[in-house]
């Protein structure tokens, strides 16, 4: 699976063009998604769907088609599985992230691009995460996203996310 999304990430640049579009310097966005431990793609208990929330700021560079930011994502996943450390688990990341964006400014622009940062697991643990993703931006304003948060080996997840961008977009 981890082979199969780096050879993704890896080739996705390849699949179309940058054009250089004037584009809102700052923009956020508020998303809301499912998030799948690693484990569930081979062993049905290893726990439930998780519920996934982030809140993101970037800002857009404009001589190229890319952007920085920061973004806080919380995790809640409910379940009995030894994964789950008793009956819940709250997960709380804090990660600075770019993308590199195809298409700009367009009704549908696509986007690949990257975040690492710190995740506290239950409040008692803290591990360095990374996290590849992949998306599509829909009339400059819904955010549709697939990332892979990668920390320690049981906690790795799947995250899918659908969102909204507030700024952004073409400038006028």
Not at 24 to 47: C, H
Not at 148 to 166: D, E, S
Request: proline content about 2%; charged content about 20%; aromatic content about 12%.
């Amino acid at each position: 699976m981890k082979r199969l999304l780096l050879i993704l990430f890896a080739l996705l640049p390849l699949c179309g063009f940058a054009q250089e579009v004037e584009v809102r310097r700052v923009e956020g966005s508020i998303s809301l998604g499912a998030s799948f431990f690693e484990d569930n793609f081979y062993d049905s208990t290893a726990g439930e769907i998780g519920l996934l929330s982030s809140v993101e700021l970037r800002y857009n560079f404009r001589s190229v088609p890319m952007d920085v930011g920061i973004m806080s994502v919380v995790d809640i996943r409910g379940g009995d599985c030894e994964l789950c450390n008793g009956s819940w688990e709250n997960n709380l990341s804090f990660l600075a992230v770019t993308d590199y964006n195809f298409r700009r400014g367009n009704k549908v622009s696509y986007f690949v691009g990257a975040g690492v940062g710190a995740t506290f697991y239950n409040a008692d643990t803290t591990k360095l995460c990374f996290m590849p993703r992949v998306g599509m931006e829909l009339f400059n304003h819904l955010r549709l996203t697939m990332a892979y948060m990668i920390g320690p080996k049981a906690k790795n997840t799947l995250n899918l996310t659908l969102g909204v961008a507030i700024g952004g977009g073409r400038k006028k």
